[in-house]
């Protein structure tokens, strides 16, 4: 499985950017997904999580009622749609896919995108 991150750039506060991640291989629809993000010197993140057929999602609390996750599984394609971009969201940002159920812990994914950057500036 290849996970290809893009979407990323340089937004203003208060602006809004999608994310999206396109995924290789014939799992993808048997993979939850899942959005991370790292910034400079802090540990990787849980933003956001999907399951299989998008019917569950779950997002750390600093992005909900901000952020959106979805899927296309035709598309083979997650998407995290970002508003109301704040500063403190400038990172780099990874999707992740693992089998079965959503999670929100890092170390159970087992595929990892590139990462793109995501700049907020105020």
């Known amino acids: 499985v290849q996970l290809q991150a893009s979407g990323g750039g340089l937004v203003q506060v208060g602006g809004s950017l999608r994310l999206s991640c396109a995924a290789s291989?014939?799992?993808?629809?048997?993979?939850?997904m899942g959005w991370f993000r790292q910034a400079p010197g802090k540990e990787r993140e849980f933003v956001a999580t999907?399951?299989?057929?998008?019917?569950?999602?779950d997002y750390a609390d600093s992005v909900k009622g901000r952020f959106t996750i979805s899927r296309d599984n035709a598309k083979n394609t997650v998407y995290l749609q970002m508003n109301s971009l704040k500063p403190e969201d400038t990172a780099v940002y990874y999707c992740?896919?693992?089998?079965?159920?959503?999670?929100?812990?890092?170390?159970?994914?087992?595929?990892w995108g590139q990462g793109t950057q995501v700049t907020v500036s105020s």
């Open positions: 992740a896919s693992r089998l079965v159920a959503p999670s929100a812990r890092p170390s159970e994914y087992n595929y």
């Open positions: 999907i399951s299989r057929n998008g019917g569950i999602t």
């Open positions: 291989g014939r799992t993808f629809s048997a993979s939850a």
